[in-house]
C-alpha cells in the first residue's frame, strides 16, 4: 500500500514529472497523456507497463510499477488523488527500480543456471551440439540428461553423484551441477589414471595432481584453468585462487587461510576438498539471499492480494509457498502466482448459501453447487479492463469473454444491474462496461458497476434489498467451488477441533445432498423445506446418541423441515438437534439427549406443547422415551422425567406434571389409571385430574395425593362403620346443623342413611330418623364439619382405598375423618385433606 507523504503529494504533478515517469517505461508523454490528471494519468500508465508485460506473462517486467499504480488508484473518496500523485513523483521511479532488481536478478540467475549447465556437460565431454537442445530443461530434467549420457565406465562417480542428486532436494540437485560434478569427475579422472597400464606412477601423479587444481580452479572461481594453472606448484595456486576470488566470498577466505597457514598440508586440502567446500558455502549463500529475496516478493504479492478481497486462492498459495522449501518459492515466483489468478463467486440467495455465479450459454445466472469440475463457475480476476483499481471477470469456460453489463441496451432496473458473459471487443465501452468495483472485506464483498456505484450485480434469486440500495453478499472462493462441507469445516476452527479429522469422502445422493464423516461426527448437506422454497445448508452432528437416534430415523431428508446443528440444551446438562416444520407435523421435531435419559425424539402436538411450556428447562424436563401410541384410539403420548403429555383426538392435549404425575407413575401410569380425560382441575380443597379409571387428587396443602376410582352404591339404605375406630356415624340430633359423631353400631335409625343416586356414581345421604341430609357445613372456625340440612341436595361420593375400604368424599376435595383420629364414642365427625390414614376410612354396612 502506498504512503502518502504529504510533502511530496502536495500539489499535482508537473508535465515534466508526468514526463519523467512515462519515459520510465520507454514512453514519449505526448500532449494527450501530459493532460490527463494525476488518477488517470497513474492508470494510464498501468494500462502501458501491462501491455508491455503481456508478451512475456510469466516473466513480466513491471510487476512493481502495476501494483504500486492499483495501490495508488485504490485509494477512494479522494478525487485529487493524492496517492496518485506522490505515484508520478516518486512512488512510480521506486517501483520501477525494484523492477529493474527483480528483472536483472532474474536474468543473472538465468545465466548462471545456463553457464553452470554448460559446464557440467563439457565435463564428461558432451560436445555443444548435443548439450545446447536441453539448456532449457529444469536442473532436475537436465541431472537425468547428464546421467542418461554419462560413460558407464569413464563416469561411474558422476553417474553415482547424479543418481544421489537426483534422489535429494532441489537444493541438492543444484549443488550437484555447480560444484558435486566436478568432484565426482576428478575421482573419475584420478580412477581412470590408476588404470593406465602404460603410464609411470610419476606420470600419473602428475595428471591426477593436475587434475586436482583444474577442479579446484573452477569449483571456486568458475574457470577453465589453462596448463600453465594446472602446473603451478601448490602454494603458487593458492596465491592465485586467493588474489582472483571476490574479495566476500568464502572461497576468498579459505584460499587465505591456505596461504597464511604454516602447513603445507593446507593448502593440498585446500586443492582437494576446500575449494569445493566453500565453494558449495557460497553457493548456500547465494541460494539464502535468493530465498530471501522471494520470501518479500511473495510476502508483498500476497499483502496485495489480501488488500484485493479478491484473491484468496492466490493468497493461501503465497502462505503455502512462504511456508515451504526454497524451491516452493522460486515455483511459485515463476509460475505459481501466474496459475492461481482463478476463483468462483458465490452468492447469498433466497434458497440457500450454496449457489455459484455460473457462465450458462452467455449469460450470467446463479447455479447451485454440484460436485466435480465445473469451468464454467470459475472466473479469472484480472485489474480492471476500464478501471486497474477495479477487476474484471474473465470466463475460464470462455476464454476472453468477460462478465458484462450491456449498458446501451439494458439499463439498470430498482438498483439490480443484470450481465451476460460476452466477448471483448477491444473498445474503450467495452472495457468499462466489463469493470466491476468491490467494497466490503474478506468475508464478504458487494459487486458495482464502473459505470454505476448505486446500481450493482444482481443474478435471479440472489438476496437483495434494492429498497435500501444493498446488494447480494458475494463470497470470493477457490476456482473450484469447494464441497459446502468443506467450505465449513475450513472456515471454523472450532468446528474442526470439535469433529476431527476427516475420515471418508463426501456420501451424495441424486440431488447432491448427503453427509461427510469426521472423527468425531459428521457434517450434513440438508435442503431445509421453508415452505415456498428450499434452503441448502450444513449441519454437523457428532458421534454418539443423537447421531444414533438420527440414523435410525434414516437420516434428515426422511425428517424434512429445516434442519439444525447440535448443540447443548439450553440448562447445557444435553445436547439437541432442532428440525423446524418437520413433516411428521407440529412445529419442531427435536432429536434430544442428556446423560440420564438418553436420546429421544419429540414431536408433533406433543411435543409443540413441550415447546411451549419451556421445553427442558420447562415443567416436564427430558424426555425419557419416544412418543406412543395408546390403544386403538390414536392417543399419543411421551414420557418426560416430570410428567406425560397425552394427544388424545378430538379432545387434544392433556398433561400430567408434578406431583399428580408421580402418584399417576407410583400407581402403574396407563396400567393402573388409564390414560388422562382432563388435565388438573382446582375444586375448593384439591387439585383434582381425571382418568380414565378414576382421578388423583392433590391437596392443596402439603401436595399429599391419593389415587381412587368411584365406587357404585347397589343399596337402598347403609351405615357407616370406621376402619380404626370400629364405631358408626351417627347425627347427633334431628335439627338442622346437628353434627355427626362415632357410636358404637346399632339399628338406630340415626345410624341409618338412605342412599339416593343423582347419577355419575353421586349420591344424597339421608339420615333415616330425621329426615335430613348429609351435608359439608363450613365453618368460620376449621375444621368444616359433617352435619345435615334440609335440602338434600348436596351430594358425595365413595371412593377406593385400601384394603377394600371406602372413603366418602365430597364435591370440595374433602373427605369425612374421625376428629383427631379419637375413636371414642361422641366424637366429632368432620370434614378434611384425604391423607389416606385408617381414621378416613370406613365400611359399608347395608341395611334393609
Avoid at 462 to 478: C, I, K, M
Avoid at 581 to 597: A, E, F, H
Avoid at 812 to 828: D, F, H, P, R, Y
Wanted: proline fraction near 5%; include cysteine; charge should be negative.
Amino acid at each position: 500500500m502506498v504512503n502518502v507523504d504529504v510533502a511530496v503529494a502536495a500539489g499535482p504533478s508537473t508535465e515534466v514529472e508526468k514526463g519523467t515517469a512515462a519515459a520510465l517505461l520507454g514512453v514519449t508523454a505526448g500532449q494527450d497523456l501530459l493532460d490527463l490528471s494525476d488518477r488517470d494519468f497513474t492508470s494510464a500508465m498501468y494500462r502501458i507497463a501491462d501491455e508491455q508485460d503481456k508478451p512475456r506473462p510469466t516473466e513480466p517486467e513491471h510487476q512493481k510499477v502495476k501494483q504500486a499504480a492499483i495501490d495508488a488508484l485504490t485509494v477512494l473518496n479522494d478525487p485529487a488523488c493524492a496517492p496518485c500523485t506522490t505515484y508520478i513523483k516518486t512512488g512510480m521511479a521506486a517501483a520501477h527500480q525494484e523492477d529493474v532488481t527483480i528483472v536483472n536478478g532474474r536474468r543473472q540467475q538465468q545465466e548462471t543456471e545456463r553457464k553452470t549447465k554448460v559446464e557440467a556437460a563439457r565435463t564428461i565431454g558432451l560436445t555443444e551440439d548435443k548439450y545446447a537442445p536441453e539448456l532449457g530443461r529444469t536442473v532436475h530434467d537436465f541431472i537425468v540428461f547428464i546421467d542418461l549420457n554419462a560413460d558407464n565406465h569413464k563416469d561411474i562417480a558422476v553417474h553415482a553423484a547424479a543418481q544421489a542428486a537426483l534422489r535429494g532436494s532441489a537444493e541438492k540437485q543444484w549443488s550437484f551441477l555447480a560444484v558435486e560434478i566436478f568432484t565426482a569427475h576428478k575421482d573419475d579422472v584420478a580412477r581412470l589414471t590408476q588404470e593406465d597400464t602404460e603410464k609411470t606412477q610419476a606420470e600419473k601423479d602428475r595428471i591426477i595432481a593436475e587434475e586436482k587444481k583444474a577442479t579446484a580452479a573452477y569449483q571456486s572461481l568458475g574457470i577453465v584453468a589453462d596448463d600453465k594453472m594446472r602446473k603451478l606448484n601448490d602454494d603458487d595456486f593458492c596465491r592465485t585462487i586467493y588474489r582472483l576470488a571476490p574479495k566476500d566470498s568464502e572461497v576468498f577466505i579459505a584460499a587465505r587461510d591456505a596461504v597464511l597457514s604454516l602447513e603445507p598440508t593446507d593448502r593440498t586440502k585446500f586443492i582437494e576438498t576446500g575449494a569445493a567446500d566453500a565453494r558449495q558455502r557460497d553457493i548456500d549463500n547465494e541460494l539464502r539471499r535468493r530465498d530471501q529475496e522471494r520470501v518479500k516478493q511473495i510476502t508483498a504479492i500476497r499483502d496485495a492480494a489480501k488488500r484485493s478481497f479478491m484473491h484468496p486462492d492466490l493468497v493461501d498459495a503465497a502462505n503455502v509457498a512462504l511456508a515451504g522449501t526454497s524451491i516452493d518459492r522460486e515455483r511459485f515466483l515463476r509460475v505459481g502466482q501466474y496459475q492461481r489468478q482463478a476463483q468462483s463467486l458465490r452468492v447469498d440467495a433466497w434458497q440457500g448459501f450454496e449457489f455459484y455465479l455460473t457462465e450458462q450459454n452467455g449469460d450470467a445466472v446463479m447455479a447451485p453447487w454440484k460436485p466435480g469440475n465445473h469451468p464454467e463457475q470459475s472466473w479469472k480476476i484480472e485489474p480492471g479492463l476500464g478501471a486497474p483499481e477495479c477487476f474484471s471477470f474473465q470466463s475460464v469456460s470462455r476464454p476472453n469473454h468477460y462478465l458484462h453489463w450491456r449498458s446501451a441496451t439494458e439499463p439498470v432496473i430498482h438498483r439490480r444491474m443484470y450481465a451476460h458473459v460476452d466477448p471483448t471487443d477491444g473498445t474503450p465501452e467495452f472495457a468499462a462496461d466489463a469493470t466491476w468495483c468491490v467494497s466490503g472485506g474478506a468475508e464478504q464483498i458487494a459487486i458495482h458497476p464502473l459505470k454505476g456505484s448505486s446500481a450493482y450485480l444482481y443474478v435471479t434469486g440472489a438476496l437483495d434489498d434494492p429498497s435500501l440500495v444493498r446488494g447480494p453478499a458475494w463470497h470470493v472462493e477457490a476456482p473450484n467451488p469447494p464441497l459446502p462441507m468443506d467450505r465449513r469445516y475450513s472456515a471454523d476452527k472450532n468446528l474442526r477441533d470439535n469433529l476431527g479429522k476427516p475420515i471418508g469422502d463426501a456420501v451424495l445422493d441424486a440431488n447432491n445432498l448427503g453427509y461427510k464423516e469426521y472423527e468425531k461426527g459428521r457434517l450434513y448437506l440438508t435442503a431445509g423445506d421453508y415452505g415456498t422454497y428450499k434452503r441448502v445448508a450444513v449441519q454437523v452432528v457428532y458421534n454418539g446418541p443423537i447421531l444414533d437416534k438420527l440414523l435410525s430415523l434414516g437420516g434428515p431428508n426422511p425428517l424434512g423441515g429445516v434442519f439444525s446443528d447440535q448443540v447443548p440444551t439450553k440448562d447445557g446438562k444435553g445436547q439437541v438437534v432442532r428440525i423446524a416444520k418437520p413433516t411428521s407435523g407440529g412445529q419442531n421435531l427435536y432429536i434430544m439427549w442428556s446423560p440420564s435419559t438418553g436420546a429421544h425424539i419429540i414431536y408433533g402436538t406433543v411435543g409443540d406443547l413441550w415447546t411451549s411450556s419451556g421445553a427442558e428447562t420447562g415443567p416436564y424436563g427430558y424426555p425419557l422415551a419416544d412418543p406412543l401410541p395408546y390403544g386403538t384410539a390414536g392417543i399419543v403420548y411421551q414420557r418426560y422425567v416430570s410428567g406425560s403429555i397425552y394427544y388424545v383426538p378430538n379432545s387434544g392435549i392433556r398433561q400430567v406434571t408434578g406431583e399428580i404425575h408421580k402418584k399417576f407413575a407410583a400407581v402403574g401410569f396407563e396400567a393402573g389409571m388409564g390414560v388422562p380425560l382432563t388435565d388438573e382441575t382446582k375444586l375448593d380443597y384439591v387439585w383434582r385430574q381425571t382418568f380414565e379409571k378414576g382421578r388423583i387428587d392433590k391437596n392443596t396443602v402439603g401436595a399429599f395425593t391419593v389415587a381412587y376410582s368411584t365406587v357404585t352404591i347397589p343399596h337402598r339404605a347403609i351405615q357407616f362403620k370406621g376402619v380404626q375406630s370400629g364405631r358408626c356415624v351417627q347425627m347427633a340430633g334431628t335439627q338442622i346443623g346437628a353434627a355427626a359423631e362415632l357410636r358404637d353400631c346399632s339399628s338406630a335409625p340415626s345410624q341409618v342413611f338412605d342412599v339416593i343416586s343423582r347419577s355419575d356414581n353421586k349420591y344424597v345421604l339421608k339420615n333415616r330418623e330425621s329426615g335430613k341430609c348429609l351435608v359439608h357445613l363450613g365453618s368460620a372456625e376449621a375444621p368444616p364439619i359433617l352435619s345435615q340440612d334440609g335440602l338434600c341436595t348436596y351430594t358425595w361420593e365413595f371412593t377406593t382405598a385400601a384394603d377394600n375400604t371406602l372413603a366418602l368424599r365430597d364435591r370440595t376435595g374433602l373427605v369425612i375423618e374421625a376428629k383427631g383420629s379419637a375413636t371414642a364414642n361422641g366424637t366429632q365427625v368432620i370434614m378434611a385433606w384425604d391423607v389416606a390414614l385408617p381414621y378416613m376410612r370406613w365400611t359399608v354396612i347395608p341395611v334393609n
